[in-house]
Protein backbone atom coordinates (compact mmCIF):
# COMPACT_ATOMS: atom_id res chain seq x y z
CA UNK A 1 0.00 0.00 0.00
CA UNK A 2 1.21 3.31 -1.00
CA UNK A 3 2.01 5.64 1.89
CA UNK A 4 0.66 9.20 2.66
CA UNK A 5 4.07 10.82 1.21
CA UNK A 6 3.97 8.34 -2.00
CA UNK A 7 0.26 9.58 -2.63
CA UNK A 8 1.10 13.53 -1.51
CA UNK A 9 3.38 13.15 -4.46
CA UNK A 10 1.31 11.41 -6.82
CA UNK A 11 -1.20 14.22 -6.51
CA UNK A 12 1.65 16.82 -6.53
CA UNK A 13 2.64 15.23 -9.86
CA UNK A 14 -0.72 14.69 -11.39
CA UNK A 15 -1.44 18.33 -10.01
CA UNK A 16 1.81 20.03 -11.96
CA UNK A 17 0.84 17.83 -15.02
CA UNK A 18 -2.42 19.31 -15.63
CA UNK A 19 -1.06 22.70 -15.00
CA UNK A 20 1.29 22.03 -17.65
CA UNK A 21 -1.15 20.92 -20.21
CA UNK A 22 -3.59 23.48 -19.51
CA UNK A 23 -0.64 26.11 -19.71
CA UNK A 24 0.24 24.39 -23.23
CA UNK A 25 -2.96 24.52 -24.48
CA UNK A 26 -3.53 27.90 -23.92
CA UNK A 27 -0.60 28.78 -24.49
CA UNK A 28 -0.03 27.01 -27.84
CA UNK A 29 1.52 29.88 -30.12
CA UNK A 30 4.08 30.52 -27.47
CA UNK A 31 4.70 26.89 -27.20
CA UNK A 32 5.31 27.18 -31.53
CA UNK A 33 7.69 30.19 -30.68
CA UNK A 34 9.97 28.70 -28.33
CA UNK A 35 9.90 25.23 -30.03
CA UNK A 36 10.83 27.59 -33.56
CA UNK A 37 13.88 28.81 -31.20
CA UNK A 38 14.75 25.79 -29.78
CA UNK A 39 15.01 24.75 -33.44
CA UNK A 40 17.22 27.70 -34.60
CA UNK A 41 19.38 27.37 -31.52
CA UNK A 42 20.01 23.75 -32.90
CA UNK A 43 20.55 24.52 -36.08
CA UNK A 44 23.17 26.75 -35.34
CA UNK A 45 25.08 24.51 -32.54
CA UNK A 46 24.94 22.17 -35.79
CA UNK A 47 26.30 24.06 -38.18
CA UNK A 48 29.39 25.27 -35.98
CA UNK A 49 29.98 21.54 -35.35
CA UNK A 50 29.95 20.71 -38.87
CA UNK A 51 31.93 23.42 -39.64
CA UNK A 52 34.48 22.25 -36.89
CA UNK A 53 34.17 18.83 -38.33
CA UNK A 54 34.88 20.15 -41.45
CA UNK A 55 37.64 21.90 -41.03
CA UNK A 56 38.95 18.56 -39.62
CA UNK A 57 38.14 16.72 -42.17
CA UNK A 58 40.38 19.19 -44.84
CA UNK A 59 43.21 18.76 -42.11
CA UNK A 60 43.24 15.16 -42.13
CA UNK A 61 42.79 15.14 -46.14
CA UNK A 62 45.91 17.30 -46.50
CA UNK A 63 48.39 15.07 -43.89
CA UNK A 64 46.79 12.39 -45.71
CA UNK A 65 47.22 13.36 -49.04
CA UNK A 66 51.13 14.88 -47.95
CA UNK A 67 52.27 11.78 -46.60
CA UNK A 68 51.08 9.62 -49.25
CA UNK A 69 53.30 12.06 -51.47
CA UNK A 70 55.68 11.46 -49.39
CA UNK A 71 55.41 7.55 -49.45
CA UNK A 72 55.47 7.04 -52.69
CA UNK A 73 58.58 9.80 -52.86
CA UNK A 74 60.35 7.42 -50.20
CA UNK A 75 59.28 4.28 -52.28
CA UNK A 76 60.66 5.64 -55.80
CA UNK A 77 64.13 6.55 -53.32
CA UNK A 78 64.52 2.65 -52.16
CA UNK A 79 64.09 1.36 -55.99
CA UNK A 80 66.81 4.06 -57.02
CA UNK A 81 69.25 3.15 -54.61
CA UNK A 82 68.93 -0.68 -54.75
CA UNK A 83 69.95 0.24 -58.54
CA UNK A 84 72.83 2.66 -57.93
CA UNK A 85 74.26 -0.16 -55.41
CA UNK A 86 73.53 1.82 -51.94
CA UNK A 87 71.84 -0.39 -49.52
CA UNK A 88 72.43 2.18 -46.58
CA UNK A 89 70.43 4.41 -48.19
CA UNK A 90 67.74 2.23 -49.14
CA UNK A 91 67.64 0.50 -45.86
CA UNK A 92 67.21 4.54 -44.47
CA UNK A 93 64.53 5.28 -47.19
CA UNK A 94 62.69 2.42 -46.53
CA UNK A 95 62.74 2.65 -42.83
CA UNK A 96 60.96 6.47 -43.88
CA UNK A 97 58.59 5.04 -46.01
CA UNK A 98 57.44 2.47 -43.47
CA UNK A 99 57.00 5.88 -41.16
CA UNK A 100 55.26 7.86 -43.75
CA UNK A 101 53.22 4.90 -44.34
CA UNK A 102 51.83 4.75 -41.30
CA UNK A 103 50.97 8.09 -40.73
CA UNK A 104 49.48 7.73 -43.97
CA UNK A 105 47.40 5.16 -43.82
CA UNK A 106 46.23 6.72 -39.55
CA UNK A 107 45.40 10.19 -41.45
CA UNK A 108 43.67 8.45 -44.05
CA UNK A 109 41.47 6.47 -41.09
CA UNK A 110 41.01 9.54 -39.34
CA UNK A 111 39.89 11.19 -42.78
CA UNK A 112 37.19 8.91 -43.89
CA UNK A 113 35.90 8.77 -40.18
CA UNK A 114 35.77 12.52 -40.01
CA UNK A 115 34.52 12.57 -43.37
CA UNK A 116 31.78 10.24 -42.30
CA UNK A 117 30.78 12.30 -39.34
CA UNK A 118 30.45 14.98 -41.11
CA UNK A 119 28.46 14.08 -43.89
CA UNK A 120 25.68 12.87 -40.98
CA UNK A 121 26.65 16.35 -39.80
CA UNK A 122 25.31 17.70 -43.31
CA UNK A 123 22.55 15.13 -43.10
CA UNK A 124 21.22 16.07 -40.17
CA UNK A 125 21.09 19.53 -40.78
CA UNK A 126 19.42 19.44 -43.86
CA UNK A 127 16.55 17.48 -41.91
CA UNK A 128 16.56 19.75 -39.08
CA UNK A 129 16.27 22.60 -41.81
CA UNK A 130 13.52 20.58 -42.97
CA UNK A 131 11.94 20.48 -39.61
CA UNK A 132 12.32 24.02 -38.31
CA UNK A 133 10.60 25.25 -42.05
CA UNK A 134 7.96 22.57 -41.03
CA UNK A 135 7.44 24.29 -37.43
CA UNK A 136 7.16 27.53 -38.82
CA UNK A 137 5.02 26.95 -41.60
CA UNK A 138 3.03 25.12 -38.51
CA UNK A 139 3.10 28.58 -36.22
CA UNK A 140 1.54 30.41 -39.20
CA UNK A 141 -1.21 28.47 -39.50
CA UNK A 142 -1.72 27.91 -36.02
CA UNK A 143 -1.66 32.03 -35.66
CA UNK A 144 -4.13 32.01 -38.40
CA UNK A 145 -6.87 28.85 -36.72
CA UNK A 146 -5.85 30.59 -33.85
CA UNK A 147 -7.12 34.32 -34.77
CA UNK A 148 -10.15 31.99 -36.95
CA UNK A 149 -10.75 30.41 -33.77
CA UNK A 150 -11.37 33.85 -31.44
CA UNK A 151 -13.61 35.04 -34.36
CA UNK A 152 -15.61 32.33 -33.86
CA UNK A 153 -15.77 32.63 -30.08
CA UNK A 154 -16.79 36.26 -30.52
CA UNK A 155 -20.13 35.23 -32.71
CA UNK A 156 -20.85 32.10 -30.68
CA UNK A 157 -20.61 34.86 -27.94
CA UNK A 158 -22.39 37.26 -29.69
CA UNK A 159 -25.07 35.02 -30.38
CA UNK A 160 -25.57 33.61 -27.01
CA UNK A 161 -25.51 37.04 -26.04
CA UNK A 162 -28.89 37.45 -28.46
CA UNK A 163 -30.29 34.28 -27.45
CA UNK A 164 -30.24 34.95 -24.09
CA UNK A 165 -32.00 38.11 -24.82
CA UNK A 166 -34.73 36.35 -26.59
CA UNK A 167 -37.76 36.37 -24.16
CA UNK A 168 -35.61 38.27 -21.34
CA UNK A 169 -38.19 41.22 -19.99
CA UNK A 170 -41.00 40.20 -22.21
CA UNK A 171 -43.60 40.09 -18.93
CA UNK A 172 -42.01 43.83 -17.99
CA UNK A 173 -42.74 44.72 -21.29
CA UNK A 174 -45.87 43.76 -21.65
CA UNK A 175 -46.98 45.23 -18.21
CA UNK A 176 -45.08 47.96 -18.64
CA UNK A 177 -47.38 48.64 -21.95
CA UNK A 178 -50.62 47.34 -20.00
CA UNK A 179 -49.62 50.12 -17.37
CA UNK A 180 -49.52 53.05 -20.19
CA UNK A 181 -52.74 51.47 -22.14
CA UNK A 182 -54.35 51.85 -18.88
CA UNK A 183 -52.82 55.53 -18.08
CA UNK A 184 -54.30 55.77 -21.79
CA UNK A 185 -57.76 54.84 -21.43
CA UNK A 186 -57.88 56.15 -18.55
CA UNK A 187 -56.76 59.62 -20.00
CA UNK A 188 -59.16 58.92 -22.86
CA UNK A 189 -62.32 58.41 -20.19
CA UNK A 190 -61.64 61.87 -18.35
CA UNK A 191 -61.67 63.91 -21.87
CA UNK A 192 -64.25 62.18 -22.95
CA UNK A 193 -66.47 62.84 -19.61
CA UNK A 194 -65.24 66.42 -19.64
CA UNK A 195 -65.94 66.95 -23.10
CA UNK A 196 -69.17 65.76 -22.32
CA UNK A 197 -69.92 68.16 -19.29
CA UNK A 198 -68.51 70.84 -21.17
CA UNK A 199 -70.79 69.86 -24.58
CA UNK A 200 -74.17 69.97 -21.37
CA UNK A 201 -72.43 73.07 -20.43
CA UNK A 202 -72.33 74.74 -23.88
CA UNK A 203 -75.94 73.32 -24.64
CA UNK A 204 -77.41 74.28 -21.60
CA UNK A 205 -75.98 78.22 -21.95
CA UNK A 206 -77.31 78.01 -25.52
CA UNK A 207 -80.27 76.67 -24.42
CA UNK A 208 -81.12 79.67 -21.83
CA UNK A 209 -79.69 82.15 -24.33
CA UNK A 210 -82.67 80.91 -26.47
CA UNK A 211 -85.20 81.14 -23.52
CA UNK A 212 -84.14 84.18 -22.93
CA UNK A 213 -84.24 85.76 -26.93
CA UNK A 214 -87.62 84.51 -26.93
CA UNK A 215 -88.60 86.20 -23.66
CA UNK A 216 -87.01 89.68 -24.80
CA UNK A 217 -89.00 89.08 -27.90
CA UNK A 218 -92.13 88.67 -26.09
CA UNK A 219 -91.50 91.72 -23.78
CA UNK A 220 -90.65 94.33 -26.88
CA UNK A 221 -93.88 92.88 -28.14
CA UNK A 222 -95.87 93.41 -24.84
CA UNK A 223 -94.28 97.13 -24.77
CA UNK A 224 -92.05 95.88 -21.72
CA UNK A 225 -88.87 96.82 -22.73
CA UNK A 226 -88.03 99.19 -19.97
CA UNK A 227 -88.18 96.79 -17.91
CA UNK A 228 -85.54 94.92 -19.59
CA UNK A 229 -82.09 96.21 -17.62
CA UNK A 230 -79.73 98.34 -19.78
CA UNK A 231 -76.15 96.88 -19.96
CA UNK A 232 -74.46 100.08 -21.54
CA UNK A 233 -71.98 101.27 -18.62
CA UNK A 234 -72.02 105.08 -19.86
CA UNK A 235 -75.38 106.17 -19.13
CA UNK A 236 -77.88 105.26 -16.10
CA UNK A 237 -80.78 103.05 -17.03
CA UNK A 238 -84.31 104.98 -16.21
CA UNK A 239 -85.19 102.45 -13.83
CA UNK A 240 -81.67 103.57 -12.26
CA UNK A 241 -82.65 107.20 -12.11
CA UNK A 242 -86.00 106.61 -10.37
CA UNK A 243 -84.25 104.48 -7.62
CA UNK A 244 -81.60 107.09 -7.13
CA UNK A 245 -84.45 109.93 -7.04
CA UNK A 246 -86.02 108.12 -4.48
Known amino acids: MASILEKAQTLISANMHDMLDRAL ?24 AAA ?5 VK ?3 RKYLEYKKKA ?8 TFLMQ ?6 RAAQAELN ?3 TLQEQYHEQWVRQKREYDSLLNARLKLQAKLQTIRQEQREMEALLQLAKSKEKTVKAIKSLDDLTGAG ?3 IARIGESIRARLDKASAHSEMYASRLDSQMDEALGTAELDMQLEERKRRLGLESAVPSYDLGEESDSDSATSEI
Not at 28 to 48: F, G, H, M, P
Not at 52 to 56: K, N, V
Not at 85 to 90: E, H, I, Q, Y
Open 25 to 48: QNNSIAVLKQYTRDAEQNLRELED
Open 52 to 56: TIGGE
Open 59 to 61: SME
Open 72 to 79: DQFDRNID
Open 85 to 90: GKPDLA
Open 99 to 101: TAR
Open 170 to 172: DAD
